[in-house]
């Protein structure tokens, strides 16, 4: 089974993301997924890495992976190349499900359980589905109409009716950002007194209403200064967070390693790190409490299964990362459902129920604030039809003996 064709698929519906088909000569093809900046990825994919797969042996995922994650520049960081590396790796995997009949996770080894609990990220319906902006609403995509399920408004104006209605879900887990605004307000440095308690008070609504019921995590996306992130981490603590994710600069083990020692509450990290790599002096330290990677960013199921093995080596939980695009969601499913530490599964109730079902045939199954496996072969799921006939969707192939064509 040889690589015969890339194609990559853009849409104007979503600005920051492109998927990739790869074609084999054995008539399976695979799906993968790359998020930010999808035209310099999509230019990466043609221009740099059909040359060097086209032809291949499709089998040989390991071989790929470790070349194209080890690219002259890129190769420490989660930018164009690691993106473009990961989108491949998660085709190839899903290529080699198809080849043999069985979903990912067994392919992995097989399931370590049956169903994982989730919880829900509160973000909206556009939520970072356009290009970054320097204006926080555009960003958070509250720069358009409001529509149902927009748990980021939510969270900033009714926290206590969301917590309550996830609840009534089953879903015992939300994390939330509200301290964002003052980071982009301050260019994250130097959070104020008022700008705290502004913050915490949607911690502290959300706990006078449901208490202990509901497991709150603290998003922070990495934007700030480290005397502010202990200022904001000493004022949440009060209201026993489950973690506090990505409080600075994620490659700056130093710093997590003294925030780790400021606070008892577990710190999260980190889906912006790649490959695998990245994570061993990270681990290695002893800074984070629960280790959390995107097969999309990292370098691909490849570098994901490799995280998860150290962190089970180390003792650490494991967590995947959402909030992208609905390949990398599924192909973090799957790494849930094998990985030894897995402790809980991100999604985002906005998207699965929203566009992520508009652009993808199958989604996991969520009941009572679990998730359970897809089980077709490979991912177990591809690109609607409908959705590859819309409009608003672009195309761009590389093939053997063809030159890219735009």
Sequence with gaps: MHIAALETIRSRENDNLLWLVVETDAGFSGLGEAFFAPGAVDTFLHEIVAPLVLGRDATQIGAINRELTRYPVGYASSGVEMRAAAALDIALWDCLGQKAGLPLHTLLGGRARDSI????????????????????????????????????????????????????????????????????????????????????????????????????????????????????????????????????????????????????????????????????????????????????????????????????????????????????????????????????QETVRAYLRGWYADVVTELPVIDKGRLYPLNGSGLGTTLKPEFLAAASTSRRRSCIAQKPST
Aim: net charge negative; charged share 20%; aromatic share 8%.
């Design 117 to 344: 609990r989730i919880y829900n990220t509160c973000a909206g319906p556009h939520y970072v589905t356009k290009a970054r902006s320097p204006d926080v609403d555009s960003w958070f995509g509250r720069d358009r109409e409001l529509q149902a399920l927009d748990d980021l408004h939510a969270f900033e104006h009714e926290p206590e009716r969301l917590a309550r209605e996830l609840l009534a879900e089953g879903i015992t887990g939300m994390k939330i950002w509200p301290f964002d605004r003052a980071a982009f307000a301050n260019r994250g440095v130097g959070i104020t007194g008022a700008q705290i308690q502004h913050g915490l008070r949607v911690f502290q609504r959300i706990r006078a209403a449901v208490g202990a019921e509901m497991d709150l995590m603290v998003e922070m996306h990495a934007l700030w200064d480290l005397t502010s992130a202990k200022q904001i981490i000493r004022a949440v603590e009060t209201v026993d967070p489950l973690w506090i994710e990505d409080p600075v600069r994620m490659d700056d083990t130093r710093a997590l390693q003294e925030l780790s020692r400021f606070t008892r509450v577990p710190l999260l990290a980190s889906e912006t790190l790649a490959p695998a790599a990245s994570f061993a002096p990270l681990i290695g330290s002893g800074a984070p409490g629960i280790v959390c990677f995107d097969p999309g960013w990292c370098g691909g199921v490849t570098q994901a299964r490799a995280i998860c093995e150290m962190a089970a080596a180390a003792q650490l939980p494991v967590a995947a990362h959402d909030c992208t695009g609905p390949v990398g969601y599924v192909a973090g499913t799957h790494l849930s459902m094998w990985a030894p530490t897995a402790m809980i």
